[in-house]
Nanobody, 131 residues
């Protein structure tokens, strides 16, 4: 079972930025799907970015497209989520999660809408955006 640890949350003003990190150990970066999710109080968990290991297909939810950028550092096995132009509605607990890919018929969008697919989750990190 891979270990997943997020870091980097905090408080930012509207229009500001934060960068989240997700360190994954116990599994090669080339072997898994990674997802970034968030959950605001009273809301369901939302998949905001998911990346498969097949041609590194990368999906962003409409709510974060063109503002958030997912990337990875292969040497350290760390994933990043750069969050720019933050809005108050971005406030919530952010999680990263990993899972074993199912096959060519599934892409990032599928996984982001299927949180139960993911096998290992981080502990979550709080992001608060003030207006």
């Amino acid at each position: 079972q891979p270990q997943v640890v997020e870091s980097g949350g905090g408080v930012a003003q509207s229009g500001g930025f934060l960068r989240l990190s997700c360190a994954v150990s116990g599994m090669s970066m080339d072997r898994y799907v990674i997802g970034w999710f968030r959950q605001a109080p009273g809301s369901e968990r939302e998949g905001i970015s998911c990346e498969t290991n097949r041609e590194w297909h990368l999906y962003y939810a409409e709510s974060v497209k063109n503002r958030f950028t997912a990337s990875r550092d292969r040497a350290s096995g760390t994933w990043f989520l750069q969050m720019d132009n933050l809005k108050p509605e971005d406030t919530g607990t952010y999680y990263c999660a990993v899972g074993i890919p199912l096959g060519a018929n599934f892409d990032g969008m599928h996984y982001c809408h299927w949180s139960s697919f993911f096998d290992a989750w981080g502990q979550g990190t709080q992001v608060t955006v003030s207006s």
